[in-house]
């Protein structure tokens, strides 16, 4: 197996946050991971703690080139951006045509704008969403209502905690997805796609968590296609037949069971949603 070469970009102000936790949270530790930030705000960029920052008021050549090199060697490219931005409208056309040149499994984690949000952000998201799911191997496509759900506890909830919390469900969704890419490098293409994780004492306790993880419906699991499930220890029997009782007969499940020690089991899951 060729060995693993992982690029991370954070495409506009988003992007560059969601990057920044990354980092922070030391997302591919161990493995072979380059960030990098593309973007139209000089200053974010100046504070980026990625290997390569690419500005966009540059010559297109220039960015093309800066974009290549950046993406040399690799076989997986991570892309992560709020749709809505004008600096995803203008680089990912160009980002992807960079990464498929290098033959790289493509996967965007993309978060839609606010429902009342403006019509040229919805423009762009239109945009940037369909050339996502035309190019990329798998998207991970999630409004940013969504992230809601994770502060109901709260009387209110700021934008600032919102964005935190989808850039840490990124920082999540990247580790389960290279931990699986690690595993299996087939098992890139999975389309419009969703993931879930959750811990339990046992790892039918953990599945069941998983799949009620706030940015999945249950429903979309029971249609979907194909499904991998990784649970880190327990007896996994019961949580694989809790798994094939939900999803269709047809439906191909990857299964890995790895015994990591600790107080509590983990378990995550990654699906292709049916395509409307």
């Given at each position: ?35 990098i ?37 690799a ?9 809505g ?33 403006n019509?040229?952000?919805?423009q ?5 969403l369909n ?17 809601f759900?994770?502060r109901?506890?709260q009387?209110?909830v ?12 990124f920082?999540?969704?990247a ?17 419009n796609?969703?993931f ?13 968590a ?33 798994i ?6 047809d439906?191909?499940l990857f ?5 990591i ?7 995550s ?8």
């Amino acid at each position: 197996m060729d060995k693993l070469n992982v690029k991370v970009v954070g495409v506009g102000e988003g992007g560059a946050k969601a990057v920044g936790k990354m980092m922070t949270a030391s997302v591919g530790m161990g493995k072979n991971v380059d960030f990098i930030t593309v973007g139209n705000d000089e200053n974010l960029l100046l504070v980026s703690a990625a290997k390569t920052n690419v500005f966009l008021n540059r010559d297109s050549t220039m960015i093309y080139k800066r974009v290549t090199a950046a993406l040399r060697g690799a076989n997986l490219v991570f892309i992560v951006t709020g749709a809505g931005s004008s600096a995803a409208s203008k680089a990912l056309p160009e980002i992807l045509t960079c990464a498929k040149n290098q033959n790289a499994t493509i996967v965007a984690f993309a978060n839609r704008p606010f429902v009342l949000e403006n019509a040229a952000r919805k423009q762009n998201a239109d945009f940037c969403l369909n050339i996502l799911h035309r190019e990329a191997d798998t998207v991970f496509d999630i409004p940013t209502e969504k992230f809601f759900v994770f502060r109901l506890h709260q009387m209110q909830v700021s934008l600032a905690e919102v964005f935190d919390v989808a850039n840490d469900v990124f920082a999540q969704g990247a580790d389960i997805f290279l931990d699986m890419f690690a595993k299996d490098k087939s098992l890139g293409k999975w389309g419009n796609a969703a993931f879930g994780c959750g811990l339990g004492f046992t790892a039918l306790d953990a599945v069941k968590a998983a799949v009620k993880f706030p940015l999945l419906d249950a429903d979309e699991i029971k249609q979907a296609s194909k499904i991998f499930v990784r649970v880190t220890g327990g007896n996994d029997a019961p949580a694989k037949k809790f798994i094939r009782g939900m999803i269709g007969a047809d439906a191909k499940l990857f299964w890995h069971a790895d015994k990591i020690p600790g107080d509590k089991i983990f378990a995550s899951i990654v699906f292709s949603r049916k395509e409307v």
